[in-house]
């Protein structure tokens, strides 16, 4: 008996909203507009935590970056005798293979410490020649950057100590010089040298923003060999040579020369690049480690390098870290405000629907008198919240979807739709109207059906 009577206040709300499309639709805008501010503001979010999740995963994880400072200073240097411009021109080192020694030794809680050394050069496969960058590291780079072989193997103790020339390539170098081959145990020229190839990277796909905010470059056109490689066949700024000692009497070397107990330097001295490695990536066991590791690592290297801060530390998932929570408390405050326009739009239904109330108060009084219960006229109202909240929704929904893919397409934004979000978005906005539409369904209820009757 219960079902064929909601079943009856059912048809009679849902003509109720069909006799009023209008005025149905007009009241559901606070919903449709809640309900689409929702789905995108949320999609723009997931968009945004997703780009910070894939740069985390670019730069690695526990991760610290020493890098070397090549600054161009001019100062007046004074030409003899232990003035003040000698002091302010210490002698470093800089950054060298015995600095990661050191800090292996030293350091505890380090985990894995990976060496580079780039140079820019040419690769020439075939009639083919290309800019790349050759770069020279240990086989725990490609662990420290979450790199995976695609195919070949990984230097080899021998490799690493002999300085063989072989290589590892990157995807991209694969598809543009060895298409229609196999690249393992062909040779490829990098420079003036012969490389043979040991292995291909699988492809790391890096967008422009994230090469553009991370300071970071296409791995896939980069040619990996062994950091001895590199230092016995290409270079290696740890070594004085004849050149070096000519330039540094002419005074273009910039290194500085000990003859005599007496310095000599160039006044350009700090525009060459003194260091042995490139980059310097340490690698924690655990991310509370991070700033105490960095701490203890800037006082070795600054002690080493005879208190000359020639070297910057940085610890990029800290940075991004700080961003997500940034972009997180963003979303909050975007979802509050989305949610607060949802409880307008249910104030608005609240307020409709007390309207219709009066309207319908005859229709009402003949219902009651035709044998209506309290309990049918509250259920009648309450469909017609509930109907006009739910379509709202849907529409809503629909709505949220397209706003989101409008940003991601013209705003070069990414954007990412869950599923949660669509049902908490619609639940919300379903729950909304059915509790502000249990007033204006008790005020329908507690009407006099005489007095009703009578009301002009």
Known sequence: MFGPRLLSNFYIAFEAVMANRLRSLLTALGIIFGVAAVIAMLAIGNGAQQEILEQIKLVGVNNIIVEPIIEQVEEEVEESGNGPG???NKFSPGLRMLDVEAIKEVIPGIKRISPEVILDTYIVKSGIRRSAKLVGVTPEYFDVTNFKLREGTMFTDNNLINGDPVCIIGRGVQ???FSKEDAIGKRIKCGNQWMRVIGVLEERI????SIAKLGIRDFNMDV?????TMLVRYKNRDMVTSGNLVAGNRGRGGRIIIIGGQQ???????NVNYHQIDKLVVQVDESSKLNPTAEVLSRLLERKHYNVIDFEITIPELLLKQQQRTQNIFNIVLGAIAGISLLVGGIGIMNIMLASVMERIKEIGL???LGAKKTDIVHQFLFEAMMISVSGGIIGVILGIVLA???SKF???PTIITIPSIMVSFSVAATVGLIFGITPAKRAASQDPITSLRYE
């Open 264 to 270: 000599q330097q160039s006044s350009s001295s700090s």
């Open 86 to 88: 000698l002091e302010k």
């Open 224 to 228: 990996y060999i062994p950091v001895q």
């Open 175 to 177: 598809t543009k010089f």
């Open 367 to 369: 219902r009651m008198s």
């Open 206 to 209: 890096v967008s422009d923003k």
């Open 411 to 413: 705003g070069d934004f």
């Open 405 to 407: 893919s409008l940003v």
